[in-house]
């Protein structure tokens, strides 16, 4: 027999495959992988010190090299054992694990009530995870190359998009994407984060406005990095759902679009996609060449709770999940989350390979979603549930109350004035061309104004005379003649100045049609100044509002690893300017408007209230929906019915739970049975699948309890019919298992060592025959 098969059978998995002189047990590796997960910052080199503590050897400094080798000999045999319960269980279909990895959003019942949207799901960016380029140091390779060597190894395809998936949207490709609607010079090249801002110009108030990453920034780190971060989509309950790697790149269009494709695939229709510039992105889907597919599936393209608050009010309007119907509570921020914990991982990955990198950010969402998403699906119901209920027991007595003190008696005039308000802020979106030619014209004729009393205050050109008498007393003055020079040059251009206003001002006034020039002081002066000084305090109002939503966000990313708060303190001294030049604008208005201090101004930016304030031709203060009480009473009524949405999903979704948890352990105990009869070795390992989710089992069921005891609780916790199967179907599903099992003995017949690993995997003590 050869070392390596009789290393295995003794527990062992050796470094190399034909004279190991070192090997790891299988034990130590599979506390490594534990602790791994739960600690991602350990690295190789401190675990195999901390072992040779433990056992009072010398360190040497070539072990963690061959303990990586065990460990992705390990990590190879893990993926193998799955990949064969897999096709026992009839479960190794390309796409299985996204179309069924969470039972609440995926286990679909008979008879159960019709949804708006079928399946929540959100996605963002992230450049915590990035990778250091390793270049290659060839003075003969200008092209900087990468010195990795290429490697065999690849992680499993059912959560990573492949770079081919998403590269098929990148730039030229997405050129050719856009619909006619749009078009663009072909001498021209752009990228495609500028396609996406400038799809959205015609049809959204936020496009141009905000950007995920700074292509001035992220430009700067694409020489040192080359896979500078990850885009994940996860479900709202927290299962991860598809990654893509961004490579040397910001968030641009090819990610969302890649994944959106292969969500709409496999899910179908009526999809809700929260993601924080989701106007925008729904722009550019509509535009793309899934625009006809994303109006067939009705997919609609949402904004997250927190990331809101950069948008526009008539934004929020269409796109916040405040105010669109069907969402419930969820927040569309459940990317933010994963990520607090996946930053961890950043630090061991940063000089990895590009192998290592992504079997590391695999294993980590891997192991998450089994040991701590999955343990807290039904607390997440339970939680979910009981806010829904606080917020109808407490707010609708409060929603009832403010209704009597305004006098309404319909709850539906809060739609209206939503309507109302929508209507009010598109009528800001553009000036009126007359209003802007009248602008124009009357800073013109101040600017003319100034240019003659600049010309008009330069002195007259004086003459020196010189007689015979003095022409040889002194010598000529030369800094004089300078001066008249000088004095001469300063006058030609204050004339040329003149002419050129006069030159604009006569243009602007054949496009007004103006008669008799304006002078100061009449009527059409006067409005037209009123016009120069809103749109000057609309302006300083722009401005301090973007920096507060920019401290907001930077406030929100002090918790990162290597984020200072120098960018914090610049942030809040330009506030404290924008504040000031605001308060000037407001106050030389006619009549005045009311100044902000500090603590409004954070307040206003939480409540997104500042477009409330550009009230530049129409005076919205005397409306009903422009009064603080009135608004507090409207977002209270929109939060009720978004309490009672909730209700009605996590009814559906209880019962969803409740009957995975009875059919899946039915039909992985009828499997299992079926295999012990063939290949104990393969019902082991299926006992073992079985029992990571069956442990929660108990703790599932006493959730489902405390929600059913709930006052208020509507729903019902007794298992169902799943959709297109009987009660009793997990006897004909395990005989298909039972068919397969040729499948799977000739793939273990390959190699007797994969029995041998069966067992030592699942540590198991009983002797191999």
């Excluded at 009528?427 to 030619?437: D, S």
């Excluded at 030369?478 to 040059?489: E, I, P, R, T, Y």
């Excluded at 793939?747 to 540590?763: C, G, I, K, M, N």
Aim: proline residues 4%; contains cysteine; glycine residues 6%.
């Amino acid at each position: 027999m050869r070392v390596a098969p009789a290393l295995v059978r003794e527990g062992l998995i050796p470094s190399s495959p034909n004279t190991p002189s070192i090997a790891f047990t299988i034990k130590s590796l599979q506390l490594y992988y534990v602790t791994k997960m739960r600690t991602p910052q350990i690295s190789t080199q401190s675990y195999i010190k901390s072992l040779c503590d433990l056992h009072g050897v010398t360190f040497n400094s070539s072990l963690p090299r061959h303990f990586a080798t065990a460990y992705d000999i390990y990590i190879q045999v893990k993926n193998k054992v799955a990949q064969l319960v897999r096709q026992a269980l009839r479960r190794d279909a390309p796409d299985w694990r996204l179309a069924n990895v969470c039972p609440c959003c995926t286990y679909r019942l008979d008879d159960e009530p019709e949804l708006k949207y079928s399946m929540f799901y959100t996605m963002d960016g992230n450049d915590s995870l990035k990778r250091v380029f390793k270049r290659s140091q060839d003075i003969s390779d200008p092209s900087g190359t990468s010195s990795e060597l290429p490697s065999s190894l690849a992680v499993p395809p059912d959560r990573y998009l492949d770079r081919e998936a998403v590269d098929k949207w990148a730039n030229g490709a997405l050129d050719n994407l856009i619909s006619d609607e749009v078009s663009f010079s072909s001498d021209i090249v752009f990228e495609p984060s500028f396609i996406l801002r400038l799809q959205g110009m015609e049809d959204n108030p936020c496009a141009g406005r905000w950007k995920n990453m700074k292509d001035d920034i992220t430009k700067k780190m694409w020489s040192i990095f080359d896979e500078t971060g990850i885009f994940l989509a996860v479900c709202r309950h927290g299962f991860s759902l598809l990654i893509a790697d961004m490579v040397r790149s910001g968030e641009l269009a090819k990610y969302p679009l890649a994944v959106v494709e292969k969500l709409m695939k496999t899910f179908g229709s009526k999809l809700g996609g929260g993601f924080d510039i989701g106007c925008k992105f729904k722009s550019t889907l509509a535009k793309s060449r899934l625009g006809p597919l994303a109006r067939e599936f009705a997919h609609t393209c949402l904004v997250g709770a927190f990331h809101g608050h950069a948008h526009r009010r008539l934004c929020q309007l269409d796109h916040l999940t405040t105010y669109v119907s069907g969402v419930g509570l969820e927040d569309f921020e459940t990317c933010e989350r994963k990520f607090s914990r996946s930053n961890s991982l950043a630090a061991p990955i940063r000089h990895a390979s590009v192998f290592h990198r992504q079997q590391s950010i695999d294993l980590f969402f891997e192991y998450t979603d089994e040991f701590d998403v999955y343990p807290n699906l039904s607390l997440f119901l339970l939680n979910n549930y009981k806010q829904a209920l606080e917020i109808l027991d407490d707010g609708v007595p409060r929603l009832a109350a403010s209704m009597s003190h305004l006098k309404i008696s319909d709850a539906n005039v809060f739609s209206s004035w939503l309507d109302e308000e929508r209507t009010y802020l598109k009528g800001l979106e553009k000036e009126p061309i007359e209003e802007t030619l009248q602008m124009t014209y009357w800073q013109r004729l101040t600017n003319l104004q100034h240019a003659k009393e600049d010309l008009a205050a330069l002195p007259q050109f004086t003459f020196s005379i010189t007689t015979p008498e003095t022409a040889g007393s002194k010598a000529p003055n030369a800094k004089g003649a300078n001066s008249a020079q000088a004095l001469h040059v300063r006058r030609r251009h204050a004339q040329e100045k003149v002419d050129r206003e006069f030159e604009a001002v006569h243009e602007l006034e054949v496009q007004l049609g103006v008669v008799e020039r304006w002078q100061p002081g009449s009527p059409e002066w006067m409005e037209a100044g009123r016009l120069v000084a809103m749109r000057s305090y609309q302006r300083a109002l722009d401005k301090l509002e973007g920096l507060i939503v920019a401290r907001i966000f930077e406030m929100s990313g002090l918790d990162r690893p290597g984020r200072g708060t120098k960018a914090l303190k610049t942030r809040s001294a330009a506030i404290h300017s924008a504040l000031k030049q605001y308060n000037q604008a407001a106050q030389a208005l006619v009549p005045p408007r009311r100044t902000l201090d500090w603590d409004q101004v954070v307040e206003y930016a939480f409540l997104a209230d500042f477009d409330l304030l550009r009230d530049a031709r129409q005076d919205i203060t005397t409306r009903d929906w422009a009064k603080p009480g009135a608004r507090s009473a409207m977002d209270l009524h929109f939060k009720i019915c978004r309490a009672r949405e909730e209700i009605e999903r996590v009814n559906v979704e209880v019962k969803r739970l409740a009957t995975y948890l009875r059919d899946e352990d039915r039909y992985l105990h009828e499997c299992e049975q079926k295999l012990r009869q063939t290949h104990p070795a393969l019902a082991h390992q299926v006992a073992a699948y079985r029992s990571i989710r069956g442990r929660c089992n108990d703790l599932h069921w006493r959730r489902l309890h405390d929600i059913s005891k709930l006052r208020g609780f509507s729903g019902s916790i007794e298992p169902g019919k799943g959709a297109g199967k009987g009660v009793d179907d997990e006897e004909s599903d395990s005989d298909d298992a039972d068919n397969e099992e040729s499948d799977a003995d000739s793939v273990l017949e390959e190699d007797s060592t994969w029995t041998l690993l069966h067992r030592f995997l699942s540590l198991d003590d009983t002797p191999v025959k």
